[in-house]
């Protein structure tokens, strides 16, 4: 091709941008719609009929731990072995699978699916995976326990983890609540780097230490002996019952926020294993204690039967665990808990020094006395915990690695078995017991499931849960069974480079999203898996419900390698699409020529445009003006075009450093992606328009005769100027026309 300047100009078009909300994914605000949303007929429902709601036949998967009475897993179980009621009523088991560390892959053996309805599908079989979540409770616990923690998170993801092991990092804090810090993932890498970085600067709370001095201070005698004047109280006394009452409103708003989160991991699928690192709740807050004789009106007695309010509470969080099914394996971070260490306080004396030892009153403060009253300890309600969520207490942080050994033991010998249920969306808990008809045997399973319900009525935690599944799960379960194609465009100029995501989303999906609220979510991911990127973008789906709709979002990036994914979820039912792309940015010369990736074109009228706007405070690249064409008779073609196309047109942006007068000239070549032959076609200049950040040609491809398959397209171009060349690539795959 010869010189651009020689080619007349065309009119470069920008689309407009929509106004759009983005934040960092951890700390996205998710609202809840307020909007009725539409039947099918996209009239509003009738709120005097009762709601309709379809059954679907699912399968239910069950995770069985069997033991036998020295606690050693039960490894030889067959399907004939175990009964399994359902509400009470006993059910058809039709798939079971057996796992083992010790054994080789898990052998599934399955009957003939039974289901209520002959004429509906069986259901798919799951491949089931342990789950487990790192858990640091901040607020219980201390400096040194934060780091055992950390010691003993590392050995478990370094020496117990197995390769298809899911892990999830959460922390808890008094001020910032339960935080999701990595999402179910496989990267185990990546899971070690965020616990690597865990430290005790996060601790707060330490309602331990007002509980225990609150005690201590109930059995010093009142000034004057009496004993039943509490007017007389002293001030320090006064100062502690103050302080704990404070205690109690901090023990409330944490049993409240992990009943959010049960809650909300009932609709994660599968048994999940909490590894809980903490020194526990007090028990005496929740449960009371006594100080003293409550008879004995001589001397101040104490008697505190508990409070009714929290007790309540918390025995509704540990259901809601156990119903979640989430198993808990509690490592008490007190030193040694109820481990005798005859050494402790002297360690403590030359670490902290005795006045960080003592108080005012002469108290022993420190967290990890192994000589507490248990009552004023975390270790009853650590208790508890694994004993209704059918998990294990450990009492001594030390003993970390033949700990995690026993709980890789009980975690990865296991069986799954399953049976066909219709499902509902009404919320419902179903109630399961499982039993083994072998004597002697332990049974541990999950008490139960909760039916799905509208999503709708999601708390902003489950919404938030919800989206972290479609955005970091590959195998998410909420997706629509149709998807789009997604690409990411590469351009930039010295000191500003980035990558423009670009979706096709077709008329078929579009017209699956039947809610009034419907939004699209953007995410870049570099090399290491961490977030560079977030555009969140909230539309009304009505007007464009099954219209094809392009979605831009541009961004500046540092060079590197990233991963792309656009999640589009319907507000009111939850229906989803996820797609993903990859791309890598490259350093722009200090000098000469730079191409950019190479933008295909069709000719297609009727599609609407969803563009993410610029983010604030970033340096932003004109995308509109650099991949610019008439939308009034193109639209992208990303992903596969039918054999009939004529031809497609190809949009190169390109920008030339340090010259004042660039002369380019472009050629093209199509490389067939399985043979690595050139496939001969004439690629023709018909278009070119100058603007800010750099200039843009269209060359027309024609694809008569190109027949079905992969393709690779080469643009080379040459600056005649400089004396610089350079050269980009984008794939072409031609499906059979059906």
């Known amino acids: 091709m010869s010189g651009l300047r020689s080619f007349p100009e065309t009119t470069a078009r920008r689309a407009a ?24 007929s996209q009239e509003r429902q009738d709120l005097t009929k009762p709601l309709q709601h379809e059954v679907t ?48 892959p898990a052998e599934a053996l399955k009957s003939e699916p039974v289901a209520e309805n002959p004429a509906a599908p069986p259901p798919a079989a799951l491949k089931t995976t342990r789950k487990f979540f790192l858990f640091f409770d901040f607020a219980y616990n201390n400096g040194r326990g934060i780091v055992k923690a950390r010691t003993a998170a590392l050995h478990f993801l370094d020496k117990e983890l197995e390769p298809d092991d899911e892990v999830a990092i959460l922390t808890y804090s008094m001020f910032k609540g339960v935080r999701v810090h990595e999402y179910l993932s496989r990267d185990h890498a990546k899971i070690r780097e965020v616990v690597d970085s865990i430290g005790s600067k996060d601790i707060a709370g330490r309602a331990s230490e007002i509980e225990q001095q609150y005690w201590l201070m109930a059995q010093e005698p009142l000034p004057g002996g009496d004993g039943g004047n509490d007017a007389q109280a002293s001030l320090p006394q006064k100062v502690a019952e103050a302080g704990r009452q404070e205690s109690k409103r901090v023990v409330q708003t944490f049993i409240l926020r992990l009943t959010a989160l049960a809650k909300a991991l009932r609709y994660i699928p599968g048994q999940k294993q909490f590894i809980l690192f903490s020194t526990g709740v007090p028990a005496s807050l929740i449960y009371g ?29 540990y259901k ?20 005798t260490d005859l050494f402790a306080y002297d360690a403590l004396t030359f670490e902290t020094g005795v006045r960080g030892l003592f108080g005012q009153q002469g108290v022993f403060q420190d967290s990890t006395d192994i000589f507490r009253d248990d009552k004023t300890t975390g270790l009853n309600a650590l208790k508890r915990l694994t004993d209704i969520t059918g998990g294990k207490y450990y009492s001594n ?91 990411a465009l590469a351009f930039g100029t010295v000191g500003t480079e980035g990558l423009e995501i670009l979706a096709a989303i077709p008329g078929e999906v579009t017209a699956k999203f039947s809610g009034e609220k419907v939004e699209y979510v953007a995410l ?61 940015v490259r350093t722009a010369p200090a000098q000469g020529l730079r191409l950019g990736t190479p933008l295909l074109l069709r000719d297609e009228t009727g599609c609407a445009y969803l563009d993410a706007g610029a983010a604030k405070g970033k340096v932003a690249i004109p995308w509109g003006e650099v991949y ?40 093209g070549r199509l490389i067939d992606a399985r043979s690595g032959q050139a496939v001969p076609v004439a690629l023709t200049l018909v278009g070119r328009s100058w603007h800010s950040a750099a200039e843009t040609v269209s060359l027309e491809i024609p694809l008569a ?16 100027a400089s004396k610089t060349m350079a050269s980009a690539q984008t794939s072409l795959v031609i499906k059979n026309a059906y």
């Open 628 to 667: 610019a064409f008439d939308k009034a008779i193109f639209a992208p073609a990303v992903g596969p075009v039918s054999k009939l196309t004529s031809r497609l047109v190809a949009v190169v942006p390109y920008s030339v450093a340090g010259a004042d007068e660039p002369d380019v000239v472009l050629s």
């Open 397 to 487: 942080i030390n003993m970390y690695e033949k700990n995690l050994d026993q709980v890789q033991a009980l975690t990865g010998t296991y069986y799954v078995v399953g049976y066909s249920v219709g499902e509902q969306e009404d919320g419902r808990f179903h109630e399961i017991k499982v039993a083994v008809n072998r004597p002697g045997c332990e049974v541990r399973a999950q008490s139960g499931y909760f039916n799905p319900k509208p999503y709708r009525e999601f708390t902003p935690l489950e919404k938030e849960l919800h989206l972290y599944d479609l955005a970091l799960n590959e195998r998410s379960l909420s997706r629509l069974p149709v998807s789009f194609p997604l690409t």
């Open 705 to 720: 005769g190109v027949a079905p398959g992969k393709y690779i397209l080469y643009i080379n171009a040459e600056d005649r």
């Open 289 to 317: 204690s006594q100080a003293g004789n409550p008879s004995n009106l001589a001397g101040r007695a104490k008697f505190d039967v508990g409070d009714r309010v929290l007790r309540t509470q918390n025995e509704e969080m």
């Open 17 to 40: 941008p929509i106004a759009l909300a983005a934040g960092l994914l951890c700390f996205l605000v998710l609202q809840s719609p307020a909007a009725i949303p539409k039947a099918p």
């Open 320 to 339: 809601e665990f156990g119903a979640a099914n989430c198993t808990f394996y509690c490592f008490d971070t007190r030193e040694t808990a109820k481990g």
């Open 57 to 104: 036949v699912v399968l239910k998967l069950i995770h069985v731990y069997v033991t036998d009475k020295k606690g050693r897993p039960v490894e030889d179980l067959n399907l004939e072995d175990f009964t399994v009621t359902d509400n009470g009523r006993p059910v058809v088991l039709t798939d079971f699978e057996k796992h083992s560390l010790q054994s080789a």
């Open 524 to 584: 870049i991911f570099d090399a290491k898996g961490d977030i560079r990127d977030v555009r969140r973008v909230e539309t009304d789906p009505r007007p464009r419900r099954g219209q094809a709709v392009v979605f831009t979002s541009g961004t500046s990036l540092v060079p590197g390698d990233y991963t792309c994914r656009l999640v589009i979820r319907d507000m009111d039912t939850g229906l989803s699409a996820v797609s993903s792309a990859r791309s890598v």
